[in-house]
Structure formats: C-alpha cells, structure tokens
C-alpha cells in the first residue's frame, strides 16, 4: 500500500502504513505528521527538532514532568531485580506496597486496590465488582449499570455502554443490555465562562431518583461519573451536584463509582476529586497520573465494605474471578511508588493548588474573542469552544490544534470544536501565561 506520508516526506520518508492510529484521523495525520520523539519536564521535542510545551500532560499522564529522573531510576532498578512475576497466586512485594501507599491517600475507608493495566480496564472492573458485589450478598436482582450523557469511560464494553459519546457507541451496538443514563450537566445557557464548580445543575442530579422509580432501585447496582467529564471538554460539576448523587445511592443502596481516571493525582489539587468535593464514593477508577504514564498502569479503589462482602466462604476459593496477567507489573508498580513520591516530596498536589487560580485567569482572559463561544475550568484542567464551521465541525479545532503544534510549538488536544489544557502540575506560572498567550495570538490570526 501507498504511504501518504511519502509524498511529503520524500525518498527518506518513514513507513508510517502499518500503524493503525488510535483515535486519530489516521489519513490526514500521516500526510501531515504531528510526531514526538523525546521529552524532558515540562517539553516534548517534535520530529522537527523544535522544542513543544506540553500542554496536555501527554494525554493527562505526565503531572509530574517527563523524563522525571526519580521514576526513570525507580523502574530503570526494578528492571534488574524483577522483570515480571504472576499476579495470580503469587504477586510480588512491590504491588503490596503500592497498593497499601495509594489506600493511604485515599479518602475514607477506601482501603483496597485492585490493578488493571489502563483507564478502560479500571472501569470494566468496578463494574465487574460492582455486579459481583450484589449478588454476594443476595441481591443479584441489582443489574442495572448508570452512566451518564456525555461521559467517557474508556473504551471496554462495560465502559462505553455506560458512556455517553455518540461517536464512541456508534458503530458497537452489542453494548451490555442493562444500563440507563443520567443527563449530562452541561448548561451552556445558564453557566457560560465560569471557573470552578457550575452554580447550576445541582437538580440534575435528580435523574438518578426518576431511574430509581422507573426501574425500581432495588433494581439499581451502581452509578458511574466522572467527578469531572474531562473527554467532552472538561464539564466542572454543579454545586452539590455529587453530594447528591451520594444520597440517592445510600438511599437505594446503589453503589457510586468515580471514575478518576483523569482526575486522580493532583489534576484537581488533591489526590483524589472525591477530596475535593468532599464526596465518599465507594470506588474510585484510577489511572495515568498514578504511574506518571511512564509504564501503562490503572486500577480501582475499593471501599473496606465492598472488599469484606467478597471475603466470605472457604479461604481457599477464589474470591472474584478476574484479573490481568499484568495487573501488579513489577515495572509499572516502580512506576507507581516513585510517582508518589515525586507527588509527596516535591508537593505537587499544593502547586497544582496555587497554579490553579493563575492557570484561570489566564484561559479565562481569551473570553471576549468573538470565535470563543465558552470557556470551562477547574484545577489544572481548561477548554475553550471555539464557534463551529457548520459546514465542517471539528474543523476549527483541528485548524487551531495543527497551528498550536507547527507555529506555536504547543501540544495541546481537541475534541469537537473544543480546544483542551491540561499542562503538567510542575509547570510555571510563566510557561501558563506563555501557553495561553500563544493561544491567544492564534486565535487572532497571528502566527508566532
Ligand atoms: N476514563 C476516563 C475518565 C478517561 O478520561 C479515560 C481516558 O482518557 C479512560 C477512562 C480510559 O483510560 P485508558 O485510555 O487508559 O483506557
């Protein structure tokens, strides 16, 4: 087959076919790559050579700087000591420690941990558990899975049956037969330009109770929302919006999950989101920034009630049948405790805290552009909504993000016609000013 990528490239052109591309518009990217070939702290190098502020942290991973020098010595050791163990029947000291040093930063009781290998996979466990959990205690009648408009959830079955991006479920219509959906909480109309937590919307959680009485609650095993849907540009919750949530789940003894998969690990400001909203989930789904992306790796809290109504029966039968034969990697564990540590001793969590107002008032000060119908933003998190081509949706993003890359030397993401920041948490309160002010002279046309 033909290689695009060649015509522009010429004779010494990279073979670029083979690779499917995932979630990218894989024609157009390898006519016009967008390649990165190294990083260090807060910068990717391009294939260009030119130096690119990382505007996204990867893909929400790298909070703690790339090329860190802890974490690149913590796994660099673990590879000569222990390359891979089984984490059926065996496992290894590394998984045990990590385990007992995140139910330590959770909140509450959520004092177990159960590894996956990615974001997708955290989120078809707690639902797996979920299940599992019901019918331990006699309540297997509770099949019935809540998610919610909008949301992402990875891209398992279990995930994208309760997600809620259209073009995710599409074109896989064998999804799990039993889930229902809450409405979405984006309110343009009524929250436009506001920082933080939404003031409207608390009432949407609400839908939850109208499932309660369609369904029968009883009927209910558990609800699944990002504390912040950051895939559909970054939706802050409405005041009081989970807290409410809560209440139902407790009233109908429904289990709440908190899928963190990007919210986990100080893109909020804390640990958790679950913290900072001051909302007790009884999991929550992690990934990315626990391992700082450097070696894949996922996994979900469990709260000590959930966990204990497994651990009936013979102690010789296996409690809960699943699991990966990757789950505990050695290498993604070293990952995990020294990513940790770059959180604890160098106080990350406090500096993505005090970057976050700066971080505000410098998204927010592109408002009054005339082609910004919208901007969002909580934590170290942002988007803008740029005015769509109604002939070409996305285009205008896709515009912006291609001149962010080659002109502006900016990683950054888009989704739709929504503009993406997410810039890891050891950046300076300069390179923020820098980032939006380079957006800021894109959208007005001019180039450098
Ligand atoms: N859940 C949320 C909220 C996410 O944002 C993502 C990925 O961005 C996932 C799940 C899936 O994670 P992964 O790509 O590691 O499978």
């Given at each position: 087959m033909s290689n695009p990528a060649a015509a522009t490239y010429g004779r010494n052109a990279p073979d670029l076919a083979a690779l499917w591309m995932p979630f990218t518009p894989n024609r157009a990217t390898k006519a016009a790559p967008t390649r990165l070939v190294s990083a260090d702290g807060a910068f990717y190098i391009g294939e260009d050579g030119r130096k690119k502020f990382d505007g996204v942290s990867g893909l929400w991973c790298s909070g703690a700087g790339h090329n860190n020098p802890r974490i690149r010595e913590a796994v660099t050791r673990q590879l000569k000591e222990l390359d891979f163990a089984p984490s059926f029947l065996f496992g290894h000291p590394a998984a045990f420690d990590l385990a007992t040093r995140l139910a330590k930063a959770a909140p509450g009781d959520l004092e177990h941990v159960f590894f996956t290998n990615s974001g997708s996979e955290a989120v078809d466990t707690a639902l797996k558990i979920a299940l599992a959990y019901h019918q331990a205690r006699g309540e297997g009648q509770r099949t019935l899975l809540v998610g919610r408009e909008r949301a992402f959830h990875g891209v398992g079955f279990g995930g994208v049956s309760v997600g809620g991006m259209v073009a995710n479920r599409r074109a896989f219509q064998n999804l799990l037969p039993r889930t229902a959906h809450l409405r979405h909480t984006y309110q343009p109309d009524l929250n436009?330009?506001?920082?933080?937590?939404?003031?409207?919307?608390?009432?949407?959680?609400?839908d939850l109770q109208r499932l309660c009485d369609l369904h029968g609650g009883e009927t209910v095993a558990a609800v699944i929302v990002e504390p912040m849907a950051g895939s559909t540009g970054i939706l802050p919750p409405p005041v009081g919006y989970l807290k409410r949530l809560r209440e139902i789940c407790d009233r109908h003894g429904i289990l709440l999950i908190f899928d963190?998969?990007?919210?986990?690990?100080?893109?909020?400001?804390?640990?958790f989101a679950a913290a900072r909203f001051g909302v007790l989930p009884d999991m929550i789904c992690f990934a990315k920034g626990v391992s700082n992306g450097v070696v894949p790796l996922g996994g979900v809290m469990i709260r000590k009630g959930v966990h204990d109504a497994f651990m009936t029966g013979p102690d010789w039968a296996i409690e809960l049948f699943h699991g990966y034969?990757?789950?505990?990697h050695p290498l993604a564990m070293a990952a995990g405790m020294a990513t940790q540590d770059c959180y604890e001793v160098d106080g990350l969590y406090a500096r993505a805290r005090a970057l976050e107002p700066v971080f505000a008032k410098h998204i927010m000060a592109?408002?009054?552009?005339?082609?910004?119908t919208d901007i969002r933003t909580v934590g170290l998190a942002g988007a803008i909504d740029l005015k769509p081509d109604p002939a070409a949706p996305t285009t205008r993003a896709r515009a912006a993000f291609l001149r962010a890359f080659h002109e502006q030397d900016l990683v950054i993401r888009y989704t739709g016609d929504t503009l993406v920041f997410a810039p890891p948490l050891i950046s300076t309160e300069e390179q923020i000013a820098d980032l939006f002010g380079k957006i800021g002279r894109l959208l007005h046309g001019a180039a450098g």
């Open positions: 436009r330009f506001q920082i933080g937590e939404h003031e409207h919307g608390i009432d949407l959680a609400d963190e998969v990007i919210t986990a690990f100080g893109r909020l400001g804390e640990a034969t990757y789950s505990g592109l408002r009054d552009h005339p082609d910004v």
